[in-house]
């Protein structure tokens, strides 16, 4: 009688093990697009991502602005690098289901008291876990 309830605990705990490893594993590569960001490293930014992402940003005065990856990581060639550009971003949460994943991230850019939120949509690729889409929304200041 014990031996099975023994066997069904070892089961739950590895597949906890495996979520919580899949977790870990989305969160390095929304940190990779994070700290890419911040640090002016269009590389790791285009690491982040899948070649044909979309990128549905924030824009003045157009409803939906969309960019690829690579026009994306582009914007931050022109910042010194490796330096702290002042961007800060963290992650709000993040869900795995099988091989896709939804996160939720906020981003501040002091310099212009700038919040955003930004949504991800994640795919495993070849064993690597890979941005997707990604929306962001600027929020209203407060």
């Keep these: 009688m014990r031996k099975p309830i023994l066997t069904l605990l ?70 010194e690098q490796p330096k702290f550009n002042g961007r800060k971003g963290k992650i709000i949460f993040v869900s795995t289901e099988n091989d896709i994943a939804i996160a939720k991230a906020e981003i501040l850019i002091p310099d212009g008291n700038l919040r955003f939120m930004d949504i991800f949509l994640l795919k495993k690729i070849g064993g690597i876990w890979k941005i997707i889409s990604k929306a962001a929304t600027l929020m209203p200041s407060e």
Excluded: C, W
């Design 10 to 79: 070892i089961i739950i705990a590895s597949m906890q093990l495996t979520a919580q490893s899949e977790e870990d594993a989305v969160r390095h590569t929304l940190q990779l697009y994070l700290h890419g960001t911040s640090y002016n490293n269009p590389e790791e930014i285009r690491g982040a991502f899948y070649d044909n992402a979309s990128l549905f940003l924030s824009k003045k005065d157009q409803e939906i602005f969309i960019m690829t990856p690579s026009e994306y990581a582009d914007l931050f060639e022109k910042g």
